[in-house]
């Protein structure tokens, strides 16, 4: 995993190269075992250029991609178009794995971040088709079934991607990144037309005339209503993101944003439809296959590597996993993993990690994150992350990569993005019971719910609710939705008027509905919830130099589920049932059954509540004088009741809290 930037002139234009140089050097943390430059002086004349993270071993490797000087030498400079790169070195450490890397005698070059898992396939494939390689590098594999298939090549991949390939001969760029946006790359175009890309957002703040200004839409989403990344856009006004899926291709000479001053992407990638008709027995049997296959896959590094271990369904079956395959390959060293624990028993999942840990003999490590680490950490990790989060969470992900890396491990894999197409959140059921009712299958319907019952506590008056919102339009839905408790106290809170944004539901900037168990399975993986844990995956991870991996969103295995029938994934209150059965033999059977969910969790509430109300109530105050109106002082008397019980705890006052923060933090200009 890396970082990459890069940007291309606008019409009649030359950009200076130092602003490659410092919209690479900001994101050292992505990459600092190497790092590379590919600067266009003019339409003949392209040069690659190393710097100061550059390893001697590069300079005198003789590739046709080596550095032949050093950027500082051509800061004086402008160019067309510049490329860079930061490596963080995980497969072929050697100096052939330097980027920007060319193939076909230089007439492609690439930046690329991510990992292609089958690369070694697709490297065969192409073999018998006559293509030769000099390195042992999934890059210059990309790069060959790049000439060879064009934008097509993308399906052949899996794995996770974001990268450019600038083509020589047509002097054309392509920039796409995978199936679920698991690597980021966003955009912004200046107002002289020039076009820019990176990693990170704060790779913009270096450019010239830059100032960061508020997007009041997709920032009332994230304070109303808790959802982040759900569009192209981010919560900075003019800087976008190419969505997970898409791609985009155009001659440099024509590349300009749309009217809506975005790009003209296009999506390579759908969801593939071809409904499962076998037993669940079978279905299971597949589940099990797929997983192993991908787990393997996923293990596949020349750096040390460790799991994340939370002590809930899905991190447990990757830490079994790995076991299992470790085993059978002769290992002689314990896995590691990683775990973020409290020392409040309510909050804690350390009983059920150590059953997991009992089970398998790895190496475990923990973090007991403190209510200081929030006031001390907070401003770090704000500027990491770019974009306000949502809970404390977040704090705990960044901690345990951070206890990892002081473990010399640069590879971590773990669970994320299981729960949004597996049924983890129990977001099928009401569809499941609304389709019962359509149907009339009244006593299927009040069967599920009897056992369904004795599981998870479950209201009438919910049930009703979680029906009739399946059943009503979407309008009505949307103005019941506003009249909600919490949502009517926020309202209060923000003055919507200053911020000057459009009062839409944030579901209805999404192109699905949330409906049926498929629709609500592609609505929270591409949608509604999985990218905003992405990206707070890959900003923690890279935070701390560390390559995060996700075995539970190989397309392959997502593509299977998405596909079964529904109550193969959830009936009578049992969530996840394939690959509860899956696992039979595999998961220590205490978690195999384990019905509820927490994952990390932080006891928040009693730092809110009971440890340091005060110094939140500070933070709270500090956005009403940061946002200028746009947060009221009424934020106070919320916070206090919220303190004194008033109003049910939820995580709204930390979006308050962030939102001021993030504000501070990048000098944010407000609307």
């Given at each position: ?192 037309g020039d076009f820019f890309f990176a990693s990170e957002i704060k790779q913009f703040t270096v450019l010239p005339k830059w100032r960061a200004s508020m997007n009041p839409q997709r920032v009332y989403d994230q304070l109303m209503y808790s959802i982040a990344d759900h569009t192209d856009e981010t919560m900075f006004g003019n800087v976008f993101q190419l969505p997970g899926g898409t791609c985009f291709k155009s001659v440099l000479s024509d590349i300009k944003p749309a009217i809506s001053g975005k790009l003209n992407y296009k999506r390579w990638y759908w969801p593939k439809r071809e409904l499962f008709n076998g037993s669940f027995e079978n279905a299971a049997k597949t ?385």
């Open positions: 995993m890396c970082g990459i930037a890069g940007f291309i002139a606008g019409h009649g234009r030359l950009l200076s190269n130092e602003i490659i140089c410092k919209m690479a050097s900001i994101i050292n943390h992505r990459g600092p075992d190497d790092e590379g430059f590919v600067i266009l002086k003019s339409h003949d004349q392209l040069i690659q250029l190393g710097g100061d993270s550059t390893p001697h071993e590069v300079w005198d490797t003789f590739t046709e991609y080596r550095p032949v000087a050093k950027i500082t030498s051509y800061m004086g400079d402008a160019s067309i178009m510049a490329l860079a790169h930061k490596r963080l070195s995980v497969l072929d450490l050697s100096p052939a794995g330097h980027q920007p890397m060319s193939y076909s005698s230089g007439r492609f070059w690439i930046v690329y971040n991510g990992e292609v898992y089958n690369y070694t396939r697709i490297r065969r494939e192409l073999q018998e088709s006559g293509y030769v390689f000099k390195t042992n590098t999934d890059t210059e594999v990309i790069l060959a079934a790049y000439q060879e298939w064009g934008e097509g090549c993308l399906n052949k991949f899996v794995g996770m991607w974001a990268f450019a390939i600038y083509d020589r001969y047509s002097n054309e760029i392509f920039l796409a990144r995978d199936r679920y946006g698991i690597k980021p790359l966003y955009y912004f175009f200046s107002e002289e589940f099990r296959s797929l997983f192993e296959v991908s787990v393997k896959e996923h293990l596949n590094a020349d750096v040390p590597v460790g799991t994340a271990l939370s002590g809930g369904l899905d991190s447990s079956a990757i830490v079994c996993e790995v076991n299992r395959l470790l085993k059978t390959g002769g290992a002689t060293t314990r896995q590691r993993t990683f775990s973020s624990c409290s020392d409040i028993e309510k909050y804690s999942e350390k009983k059920w990690m150590d059953i997991v840990i009992g089970a398998t003999n790895v190496d475990a490590s923990f973090v007991y994150p403190k209510v200081e680490d929030v006031f001390t950490q907070t401003p770090q990790i704000i500027w990491h992350q770019d974009e306000p989060y949502q809970s404390q969470s977040v704090l705990l992900g960044y901690n345990v990569f951070k206890l990892a890396a002081s473990d010399k491990v640069k590879v971590l894999l773990n669970g994320q993005g299981a729960d949004e197409y597996l049924g983890g959140y129990g977001q099928f059921t009401f569809s499941r019971y609304a389709e019962m009712v359509r149907r009339m299958k009244i006593a299927e319907l009040l069967h599920d719910i009897e056992n369904t019952r004795q599981i998870r506590s479950l209201t009438g008056m919910e049930v009703f609710r979680g029906i009739a919102y399946h059943l009503l339009p979407t309008k009505i839905n949307r103005i019941l939705s506003g009249l909600s408790s919490n949502t009517r106290h926020l309202k209060g809170i923000v003055s919507s008027g200053k911020m000057g944004m459009n009062f839409k539901h944030p579901f209805d900037f999404i192109p699905v509905e949330y409906s049926s168990v498929q629709n609500i399975s592609e609505h929270l993986t591409f949608y509604s919830t999985l990218p905003k844990y992405l990206h707070w995956e890959d900003r923690n991870s890279m935070a701390n130099s560390i390559e995060a991996r996700v075995p539970f969103l190989d397309h392959r295995l997502v593509e299977f589920v998405y596909n079964l029938p529904d109550n193969y994934l959830e009936k009578d209150g049992i969530s996840k049932r394939v690959m509860r059965q899956a696992m039979g033999g595999l998961l220590p059977e205490a978690i195999r059954c384990r019905r509820d969910k927490m994952g990390y969790s932080t006891p928040e509430e009693h730092w809110v509540r009971n440890e340091c109300p005060g110094l939140f109530r500070k933070g709270i105050a500090r956005t009403i004088d940061v946002t200028n109106g746009l947060i009221k002082n009424e934020a106070l008397t919320y916070f206090d009741n919220i303190v004194e019980g008033k109003i049910p705890f939820d995580f709204s006052y930390w979006r308050l809290i962030l939102l001021g923060e993030w504000i501070t933090r990048f000098d944010v200009k407000l609307p």
